[in-house]
Structure formats: C-alpha cells, structure tokens
C-alpha cells in the first residue's frame, strides 16, 4: 500500500513538473519561421553626402572581407557577449558622427542603462573609430531616423533599415549589409498556420480574414507597409497588402505585448527581431 502511495505521489509530481515547466506548447508566441518579404538592409545618409557614403562603403567592404562583420553577426545570433557601446555628447565643435538608431529592435539595436549594443551599433563604432571620429548615438522614434538625416539633424541612419523606394527619394543607402524578411508571429497557442510551407500558404490563409483581424507592426516599418500594401503605388515596395486592421506601435516589443494581451490576433515584423523578442517572452 505505502509503494501505491509512493507510486501515486511520484505520478502526480511528475505531471506537476511537466506542465509547470513548460514545453513548446506553453510558449506565449510563436514565430511561423516563413519569409514573406525579401528586403535588404542598408545605412542611410544624406542625399548629397557622397563624402560619408564612400567611406561608409569603403568600411563595410573591409569588415566584410577581414571577418569583422560576420565575428559581429555571430555573437548576436550566438551567445557571445553583446559590446557595451557608449555615445558621447553631441558637440558641434568636436568631429563626430551622428547616428540616428531606434533601440528595443534586437539583435541589430539595444539599449540598457545608457549602454548600447546590437550588431549596427557595433558597426557604428567600428566606423565612427574609422573616421577618426567620436561616435554620438542619438536614440528616436524608428519613424523620425529617415527623416533626420534627410533634415541633417544626423550624419547616418543605422536601425535595421530596409531599402524602399520610398526612402530613397529622400536619403541615400549605401550598399546592403543584412538579407531580411518579415515574419509572421501568432499567439503560442495558434495552430492555423502549422501546416503552411510557403509564403503563399501563409498569405492565403491571411486573405481569409477581415478587419476584425488585428495585425500589429511598428509604427514606420516594412511591416506596416507589408499590412497596408502598397502595389498601386508606382514607387511602392510591391506588397499586395492584407484584408486585415493594421495596428502601429511604436516599438516591436509593445505589439507583442498586445498580441500576449489578447488585443490584437498577429504580429508582421522582420525575421530577426521576432525570433530575439519570440526568445525573451518565452523565456
Ligand atoms: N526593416 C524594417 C524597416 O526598415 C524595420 C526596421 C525597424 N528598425 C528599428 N530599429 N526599429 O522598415
């Protein structure tokens, strides 16, 4: 009778621990790895800097040939130990470089108590030391990067920016640096899209829906753009867009948030920073 007992205990401590310690089915998010974009990152100078984006092309040649670049890549996607990157103070009188970024957009821009990391951040760093140059990390808005280089308030936009069109009217990109995607992320309990194997699986179920759908992006982006659609537009990105309600944040982290929450049914985001922000939500 005690070994029934004891038998019976370890039964039940067993399924304590199992549910409690919580296996792929207790994931608050879940990223469909799937990519339903193709866009390509580069930095962003002013139009008529040719001067800068030599010299930023020049340098991104180097840390691409020398191993620089991918050593960066691989600590972020790996488990190295992120930089600690600190900006000076803007000082018109000292040479600096001005880099507009837009944090809370992992592995390619963080902050934590004043410190910077995240792979254009040490990019930054690296080219900001390049040109002889003190390097000055002006933290905004994703939104407001495009457009205070264009306006000259920063010498180069560094935030995980896709080429479009749109922004090349205003800015120029120097080459491409990083191959990117949005992704689909859908609550961790959602088994809709498990089944799919292409873009195309994923979009036709997407096509199902109807403004009641709430997809949430951040405020400025592709992803946003990907929602809304933008192919009758000569000089759009070409995305047929989604018969859903496209809900803006302005950062990535708050729509996930909002997805966890309930609020909202999906997220659209790049690929990167879904599976890092997926990563720490899930724990
Ligand atoms: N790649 C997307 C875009 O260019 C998202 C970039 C968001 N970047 C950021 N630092 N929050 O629109």
Known sequence: MKKLTALLLAVVMLAIL????????????????????????????G????????KVNEYLKKIKEDGTFDAICDK?????????????????NKDQLVVATSTGFEPFEMVDAG?????????????????????VIKDMQFEAVVTSVQQGLCD????????????QEVVT???????ANQM???????TEFDACKTADDVVAILNTKNADCKIGCQRGTTGAVYVDGDSDDPDGYGFAGLPATKMEYDYAALAFTAMINGEINYVIVDDAPAKAIAKAVNG
Not at 47 to 54: H, I, K, M, P, V
């Open 115 to 135: 410190k910077y990391s995240g792979i254009d951040l040490e990019i930054a760093d690296g080219l900001a030391k390049y040109l002889g140059k003190e390097l």
């Open 173 to 179: 990109f120097s080459d491409s640096y990083y191959s």
């Open 156 to 167: 180069i936009g560094m935030a995980g920016l896709t080429i479009t069109p749109a922004r």
């Open 18 to 45: 199992c549910c409690s310690c919580g296996g792929a089915n207790t994931a608050k998010v879940k990223v469909i790895d799937i990519p339903l974009s193709e866009e390509s990152y580069a930095f962003c100078v």
């Open 184 to 190: 689909l992320v859908v609550p961790g309990d959602n």
């Open 47 to 54: 139009q008529n800097d040719t001067e800068l984006l030599g």
């Open 76 to 92: 972020y996607f790996g488990d190295g130990t992120p930089a600690a990157i600190t900006s000076a103070a803007e000082d018109k």
